[in-house]
């Protein structure tokens, strides 16, 4: 059964750093894209960042470009997304998804975690 | 950047109704389309994927269908269980999601 762990939600400064976790079980890790996708309280779905499975590709929404890195361990089965000079409407549950096939672009979503909540605030 | 609209925003129905949602994309994005429901608290919960192949477990009662531009997402016969919010998602170019249809009881 496929598992998605997500980890290192907190309450973070404007301007701060904050770095996500996702540990991922019962799946060939490797073989597939996995992506970030925030859901600000009380709103819709937002994607945020995707990689391949060998994490060659990256891939970034303008909301966050410059200022998030998506990167993963093939070795640990672990995705993360580095958070730097955060903002206010960072604010969100972070969800990682599991892509339906390995390049970065393309996959839809057949697995989510339960999510991290990151709040943002001075 | 492909927009995704969906509509209505909010559907209020009964058990027994057929409903009917729709989603469309800003340019083409051939059937390169998901569904996703996802209920208070939770995760979303993939249910349709290129455009109308219902995911394994997914009862029968939903069903996708639409190419190009315009997508519609319908339960045949709504069930208490289905009452939550539903979001599409376009996996064409990048990713974007419609805004949601919050799926309430009349």
């Known amino acids: 059964e496929v598992q998605l762990l997500e980890s290192g939600g907190d309450l973070g400064q404007p301007g701060g750093s904050l770095r996500l976790s996702c540990a991922a079980s019962?799946?060939?890790?490797?073989?597939?894209?996995m992506s970030w996708v925030r859901q600000a309280p009380g709103k819709g779905l937002e994607w945020v960042s995707a990689?391949?499975?060998?994490?060659?590709?990256?891939y970034y929404a303008d909301s966050v470009m410059g200022r998030f890195t998506i990167s993963r361990d093939n070795s640990k089965n672990t995705l993360y997304l580095q958070m730097n000079s955060l903002r206010v409407e960072d604010t969100a549950m972070y969800y990682c998804?599991?892509?339906?096939?390995?390049?970065?672009?393309?996959?839809?979503?057949?697995?989510w975690g339960q999510g991290t909540l990151v709040t943002v605030s001075s | 950047d492909i927009q995704m609209t969906q509509s209505p925003s909010t559907l209020s129905a009964s058990v027994g109704d057929r409903v009917t949602i729709t989603c469309r994309a800003s340019?083409?994005?051939?059937?390169?389309l998901a569904w996703y429901q996802q209920k208070p608290g939770k995760a979303p919960k993939l249910l349709i994927s290129?455009?109308?192949s219902l995911e394994s477990g997914v009862p029968s009662r939903f069903s996708g269908s639409g190419s190009g531009t315009e997508f519609t997402l319908t339960i045949s016969s709504l069930q208490p269980d289905d009452f939550a919010t539903y979001y599409c998602?376009?996996?064409?170019?990048?990713?974007?999601f419609g805004q949601g249809t919050k799926l309430e009881s009349k």
């Open positions: 990689i391949s499975g060998s994490g060659g590709s990256t």
């Open positions: 290129k455009a109308s």
């Open positions: 998804a599991k892509g339906s096939g390995d390049y970065a672009s393309g996959s839809y979503y057949d697995y």
């Open positions: 019962g799946l060939t890790f490797s073989s597939h894209a």
């Open positions: 998602q376009q996996y064409n170019s990048y990713y974007s």
């Open positions: 340019q083409s994005i051939r059937s390169w």
